[in-house]
C-alpha cells in the first residue's frame, strides 16, 4: 500500500513563504507512475484542489494560488513540495497530499495545519 506523509505546516504572519512536503512510501516504480498533488480544507468548507503535478511534470493550480506557489517533484526520494509565497489569512487550512495509481486508486495523507495570521 502507498502511505503519504505530509510536513511543513506552521503558524506564519500573512506576507510570509512556507514550504510543504509529502513524502510517499512504497514502490518507487508505482509511485513514479502517480499524479500528485496538494489539496487543502479550510475551516467550514470543501476541501479543493490547491495544485497537481503528473508524472511526467505537467503542472495544475487553483486560480487563487496560481502565481504564489509552487509544486515540484522529486522521484528519487518519492517526495513532492509545495512553495508557498506571499501567503494569506485566506490560505489557513488543513493541506492534504494526494496521489492516483492510474484509475484504480486514490490516496490521501493525513494532513497538515497551516495556518496564516493577518
Known amino acids: 500500500q502507498v502511505q503519504l506523509v505530509e510536513s511543513g505546516g506552521d503558524l506564519v504572519q500573512a506576507g510570509g513563504s512556507m514550504r510543504l512536503s509529502c513524502a510517499a512510501s512504497g514502490s518507487i516504480g508505482i509511485i513514479n507512475t502517480m499524479d500528485m498533488g496538494w489539496y487543502r480544507q479550510a475551516p467550514g468548507k470543501q476541501r479543493e484542489l490547491v495544485a497537481t503535478?503528473?508524472?511526467?511534470?505537467?503542472?495544475n493550480y487553483a486560480d487563487s494560488v496560481t502565481g504564489r506557489f509552487t509544486i515540484t517533484r522529486d522521484k528519487a526520494k518519492k517526495t513532492i513540495y509545495l512553495q508557498m509565497n506571499n501567503l494569506v489569512p485566506a490560505d489557513t487550512a488543513v493541506y492534504y497530499c494526494w496521489a492516483r495509481f492510474a484509475l484504480l486508486r486514490t490516496y490521501w495523507g493525513p494532513g497538515t495545519q497551516v495556518t496564516v495570521s493577518s
Open positions: 503535478i503528473s508524472s511526467s511534470a505537467n503542472t
